[in-house]
C-alpha cells in the first residue's frame, strides 16, 4: 500500500504564504511525476504545477512566478511554497504521484488553503 499525506494547510491573508508538503510512503520502488492539483467550491479539480523525478517543473498560468514546486527524493517528498497569494487560490489542494508504475497515480486526502482577510 502506498499512502500520499499532505500538510501544511491553512487561512492566511491577501498576499500572504504557506507551504505545502506531501508526503508519500508505503511499497514505494519509484516515484515518477509528482504534482499538486486543486479544486474549489463548484469548480472541477485543477493542475496548479508538476515535477518531474529529475527536478523539471510545470506551473499552471495562474500560478507562474507565485508558485514554486520543489521535490527531495531522498524524503520522497514534494512541496508547494505559495507567495502572493489571492482569494482566487482558495482551494482544497491534492497532491499527486505517480509511484512504482508510470500509469499508477496516487492521491492524498486534501489541505484546505483559504485566503481572505
Same mark, same amino acid.
Given at each position: 500500500? *502506498?499512502?500520499?499525506?499532505? $500538510? !501544511? =494547510? @491553512?487561512?492566511?491573508?491577501?498576499?500572504?504564504?504557506?507551504?505545502?508538503?506531501?508526503?508519500?510512503?508505503?511499497?514505494?520502488?519509484?516515484?515518477?511525476?509528482?504534482?499538486?492539483?486543486?479544486?474549489?467550491?463548484?469548480?472541477?479539480?485543477?493542475? *496548479?504545477?508538476?515535477?518531474? $523525478? !529529475? =527536478? @523539471?517543473?510545470?506551473?499552471?498560468?495562474?500560478?507562474?512566478?507565485?508558485?514554486?514546486?520543489?521535490?527531495?527524493?531522498?524524503?520522497?517528498?514534494?512541496?508547494?511554497?505559495?507567495?502572493?497569494?489571492?482569494?482566487?487560490?482558495?482551494?482544497?489542494?491534492?497532491?499527486?504521484?505517480?509511484?512504482?508504475?508510470?500509469?499508477?497515480?496516487?492521491?492524498?486526502?486534501?489541505?484546505?488553503?483559504?485566503?481572505?482577510?
Amino acid at each position: 500500500q *502506498v499512502q500520499l499525506v499532505e $500538510s !501544511g =494547510g @491553512g487561512l492566511v491573508q491577501p498576499g500572504g504564504s504557506l507551504r505545502l508538503s506531501c508526503v508519500a510512503s508505503g511499497s514505494i520502488l519509484y516515484i515518477y511525476n509528482m504534482g499538486w492539483y486543486r479544486q474549489a467550491p463548484g469548480k472541477q479539480r485543477e493542475l *496548479v504545477a508538476t515535477i518531474s $523525478s !529529475g =527536478g @523539471g517543473a510545470n506551473y499552471a498560468d495562474s500560478v507562474k512566478g507565485r508558485f514554486t514546486i520543489s521535490r527531495d527524493n531522498a524524503k520522497n517528498t514534494v512541496y508547494l511554497q505559495m507567495n502572493s497569494l489571492k482569494s482566487d487560490d482558495t482551494a482544497v489542494y491534492y497532491c499527486n504521484a505517480k509511484i512504482n508504475r508510470i500509469t499508477t497515480n496516487y492521491w492524498g486526502q486534501g489541505t484546505q488553503v483559504t485566503v481572505s482577510s
